[in-house]
């Protein structure tokens, strides 16, 4: 790893202008540390601002009808916590099913949603692919190896000078759509964001956070959603492995949410499917419905059309065990 400067940011309003002055956050490090290790970066970060330094972001709370889950509060804490487990179980399974026992002590919700894609173009050492997320000119995996990229298509962005690009990478972040069907808002330093509307594709970004802008907190209704939904995630390795594909259902009085990831750039609401369900109880044969429904409109790439059979299994097989 190159030298960096580390400041421990003692209030939100130091890192905030640190981040405005060019330099890069750091939470449980478990996502950045990896890729300054690697060296991935175009421009290596001058400065290193630590949120962890900063007071109070790491409490789970209920307030009213709204669990509340700071930022800085680590996947372990979330998977073992008592309100989260009592109001939001699926979200305690999915925290603690992420990367590995240590690694769940150290990282963060907040870190676990802003992480960048995995795409191996975009990690190779030493910046050697100088792709179009990194604000290169081009995508590789468009005619590379895609196995675990996008099925829905690609995320179009603007460059910061203007120009037009594209990335199938996809968000496999494990929280994204446990968060999505919860119907999850994020309150940041300057705004408060939908889960619907927080995803999103950028140059070394995988969030629609300005420079600056930091995230403080999540909040999650309490609702039936919460209560009765599931988590299923499907990886090559049984352990320590990023999700090929995850996927929560949560259904609440007839109306039923269904979220992917690891099939598009951003978290992927299976809608089709959504609306096919509704007000319908479960059968083996709408289940089996919904899982083609939930894979309309998917156009694989030559090396990654066994995902589309997997989000029909998986729908499938969720919907029928939600019952
Ligand atoms: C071996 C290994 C296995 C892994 N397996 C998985 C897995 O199975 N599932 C999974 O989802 N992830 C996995 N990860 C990725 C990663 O460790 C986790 O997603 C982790 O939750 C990242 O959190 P962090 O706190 O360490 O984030 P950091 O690495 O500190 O930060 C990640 C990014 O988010 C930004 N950021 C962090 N906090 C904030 C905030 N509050 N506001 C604004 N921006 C912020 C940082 O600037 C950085 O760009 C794995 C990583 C490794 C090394
Ligand atoms: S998929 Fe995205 S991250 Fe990967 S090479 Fe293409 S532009 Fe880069």
Known sequence: MRPFNHINAATL???????????????????????????????????????????NLNRVTTDGGTLKIGALTTLADIARDALVREH????????????????????????????????WYFRKLNNRFDCARKGGEKCFALTGDNRY??????????TASGEKRVCIAVNQGELAPVLTVLGAAFVTTERVIDAADFFGVGVLSSTVLKRGEILTEI?????????????????????????????????SDGQYRI????????????????????????????????????????????????????VKTLVKRELLAIG
Do not use: M, W
Request: proline share 7%; net charge positive.
């Open 219 to 251: 909040h999650v209704p309490l609702s039936n959603f919460a209560k009765r939904s599931r988590y299923k995630r499907f990886s090559f390795r049984k352990s320590i492995d990023f999700p090929v594909l995850n996927l929560a259902v949560a259904v």
């Open 149 to 158: 990229h996008s099925v829905f298509g690609g995320a179009s962005f603007e």
């Open 259 to 310: 979220c992917l990831g690891g099939v598009a750039p951003v978290p992927y609401v299976a809608l089709s499917a959504e609306k096919l369900l509704s007000g319908n109880a479960i059968t083996p044969e709408l289940a089996e419905r919904a899982g083609i429904a939930a894979s309309e409109g998917a156009k694989p790439f030559d090396a990654n059309g066994y995902k589309v059979q997997l």
């Open 13 to 55: 309003d130091e890192a905030a202008d640190a981040l405005k002055n060019g330099a890069v956050a750091v939470a449980g490090g478990g996502d950045l540390f990896g890729a300054l290790k690697d060296d991935i970066f175009p421009n290596y970060p001058k400065t290193v601002v630590n949120l962890k330094s900063i007071p």
């Open 88 to 119: 939001a179980p699926i979200l305690a399974e999915a925290a603690g099913l992420a990367s590995s026992p240590s690694l769940r002590e150290t990282t963060t919700i907040g870190g676990n949603v802003c992480q960048l894609p995995r795409c």
